[in-house]
């Protein structure tokens, strides 16, 4: 085996790496050594393309899942209504409730996964989810049914957290931007194609919607028991071996890795895997705390999550009562603007897009990557997010043509898709051996404000109208982006470096 680079070394060069013994035949490329490659065989930064592609796949799907059911009963809100004789802000709340749980579900599916694995978490939480939508189906009561679609949002948790943890755990630094860009898509995505879904779906029946977010759950349960790896691996230990059989036998290739301290998980693990690091059930909720004596990771998360990404399930819980006189599944087809917004702003504008920046910047300035190289597109994507705010305010307000209304969610969504990736990617680059506390702190702030946003939205536009409401809207965004992203850029590095790294054990 030949690593240009001792291991355990950060190094943000690329390196060399050629033929790992036992592993396969690598063409030599130019890669990122961050994180460090180990020659173990179960190794997932060693995996085929194909092997990789199936975390992708399963994680982004699971995430897509985590907010459509969230939404996908929009078009529905007014037979809602009739069913459990409630009125309009309290089917809203079906919204909220789900939102709240995924706010706080990684609480306990993140030490599970940091002790047992990452596959077992994942497929446990689907069986819950999956469980969960089928009581909300059958569901004979308003109580029950809030009860239902807690449980869902519980169920669905691990998509966050855990989630990107096993992206992270398979892909090097120079990939994060692009497959983080991935993530991110699929949880607007899923927010947006949820309503136009669910609008076709009650032409069938109002609980079909449900039935049919149950099938989808159950179809992605069955492909995970099956396809799903075990990403979980205790790289730090195997590199600390790795380096001590270098330093007793420096003449030997050690060709055949040494399996004591890792061997691979059996199909459904129950166990403790060797090598990860245990966590108690309260060490996640008590390292969420200590994350506020961080800036960059506070600033950047709490500015996108409470100035910026709430006002998105503002605009999709509003859009039924913007156009009344529509039937639902047309409702769900006024979704469109958002979700051509999303996936052109992550196809072109966002993931990929950080990632040659930051390749550009440094190699123009012969300087290292840093995390702050990232925040460039932050100002277009808050002017634009503003600007959809104000335009969709005055459509409705104004009764001007529904497809004004279109690119006006198209160009808000726009910006809320770029924002949400560069917010993530920015945030795990400053502490890239943490990302499961990185994105329980995430997750917990961007669940809890899309929880908040339905309480508040109804009567708030009740008062002051769509211009005035959705107008502030987009003036928060743009004052709240120039003084955090401002702060940032001026004083992020600094602030970071004085700071120091987490001052606790990474999870592998």
Request: net charge neutral; proline share 7%.
């Amino acid at each position: 085996m030949s690593i240009n680079a001792e291991p355990g070394a950060r190094n943000d060069d690329p390196k060399s790496i050629e033929n790992l013994d036992g592993l396969g035949e690598l063409t030599p490329t130019l890669i990122s050594t961050q994180p460090q490659v180990t020659r173990h065989p179960a190794d997932p930064l060693n995996w085929p393309k194909w092997k990789k592609g199936l975390v992708v796949g399963h994680v982004s799907a699971f995430y897509f899942l985590f907010t459509f059911l969230t939404t996908v009963t929009v078009p529905t809100f007014a037979d809602l209504q009739e069913i459990y004789h409630a009125t309009y802000a309290q089917i809203n709340y079906t919204v909220a409730v789900p939102a709240l749980a995924l706010g706080l579900s990684p609480f306990m599916w993140s030490p599970l996964a940091d002790t047992f694995g990452r596959r077992i978490v994942m497929i446990f939480g689907c069986l819950v989810a999956f469980v969960a939508t089928i009581a909300s189906a059958v569901a004979k009561s308003y109580s029950g049914y809030m009860v239902a679609r807690f449980l869902q949002g519980w169920g669905v948790g691990p998509a966050s957290s855990v989630g990107l943890q096993m992206l992270l755990d398979v892909y090097f630094e120079h990939e994060r931007g692009q497959k983080v860009g991935y993530w991110t898509l699929a949880i607007d995505t899923g927010l947006l194609f949820g309503p136009l879904i669910g609008g076709f779906a009650a032409l069938v029946s109002t609980e079909f919607v449900a039935w049919l977010t149950a099938i989808l759950f159950g179809t992605l349960l069955v492909s995970m028991v099956v396809l799903l790896p075990e990403t979980a691996f205790p790289r730090h230990k195997v590199l600390e071996e790795e380096e001590a059989l270098r330093n007793t036998h420096p003449n030997s290739s050690f060709s055949t890795p040494n399996e004591s301290i890792f061997r691979p998980t059996p199909f459904l693990n129950f166990r403790p895997i060797t090598g990860l690091r245990s966590s108690r059930p309260w060490d996640t909720a008590l390292r969420f705390v200590r994350m506020f004596a961080y800036p960059n990771i506070v600033v950047s998360i709490m500015f996108y999550c409470w100035s910026w990404y709430w006002f998105i399930l503002c605009v999709i819980t509003m859009l039924p009562a913007a156009y009344p006189n529509y039937k639902p599944h047309i409702q769900g087809l006024l979704f469109l603007g958002l979700i051509i917004g999303t996936v052109v702003a992550e196809i072109f504008f966002s993931g990929s897009l950080s990632d040659r920046m930051v390749d550009r910047l440094s190699k123009s300035g012969r300087r290292p990557r840093t995390p702050e190289m990232r925040l460039w597109l932050f100002w277009p994507a808050a002017m634009l997010t503003a600007i959809g705010l104000v335009l969709f305010g005055l459509t409705i307000q104004y009764n001007w043509h529904w497809a004004i209304g279109q690119v006006a969610t198209g160009i808000f969504a726009f910006g809320v898709q770029v924002g949400n990736t560069i917010t993530t990617t920015y945030a795990v680059d400053c502490h890239p051996e943490h990302v499961m506390d990185v994105i329980v702190f995430y997750s917990f702030h961007l669940n809890l404000s899309a929880f908040a946003s339905p309480f508040f939205i109804v009567p708030w536009v009740s008062l002051a109208g769509w211009a005035w409401s959705f107008g502030a809207q987009g003036l928060i965004v743009a004052v709240c982006a120039i003084v955090a992203v401002g702060f940032l850029q001026t004083y992020g590095q600094r602030v970071r470096e004085r700071c120091g790294p987490l001052p606790w054990p990474p999870a592998a």
